[in-house]
């Protein structure tokens, strides 16, 4: 399932705005994280998703609340081919954070992999419904929102 970014996700869901967290962490902690998160990012572009993980990891253990890492993870286990692993992670971030869109798109695409349509189709449909005006532009996802149903 290639959607962009060169490994199967959409590029909007790797690149997340705001690190807005970072505000309330002491500066050195805060630089080491985003540190962290860049070269996490960087990893992922070389399709290094090993790397990435570990940075991931990295930043949760110091942030263990922390959105962006969170779906930067589980984006990489997906890469990685595992599913559920992401998917646990992602009902835990949406738990917590009911208003984090690109997590319903995720969680989606994680429920397709493991075959579950209806969930798919229902964590799509929230995706849409969270913020029917932030829904991304890419045609892919356009396309995989119309094949089930969503728009």
């Known amino acids: 399932m290639r959607l962009s970014g060169g490994f199967g996700l959409p590029a909007w869901v790797m690149v997340l705005g705001g690190l807005f967290w970072m505000l309330s962490l002491p500066v050195s902690q805060a630089e080491d994280i985003q540190a962290w998160m860049s070269q996490a990012s ?47 992670i992602l009902e835990a971030l949406l738990k917590k954070n009911p208003d984090f869109q690109p997590a319903y798109y995720l969680l989606g695409m994680a429920y397709e992999a493991g075959g579950d349509m209806a969930r798919a189709r229902a964590a799509y449909q929230a995706y849409v419904s969270s913020n029917p005006s932030r829904v991304s532009t890419d045609p892919q996802v356009r396309i995989k929102l119309r094949q089930m149903g969503i728009f």
């Open 42 to 88: 960087a990893a992922v572009q070389r399709g290094d998703f090993k790397t990435a993980e570990k940075q991931y990891r990295r930043v949760l253990k110091e942030a263990p609340d922390e959105p962006n890492a969170q779906l930067g993870l589980a984006s990489t286990l997906m890469a990685e081919q595992r599913a559920t692993e992401a998917r646990v």
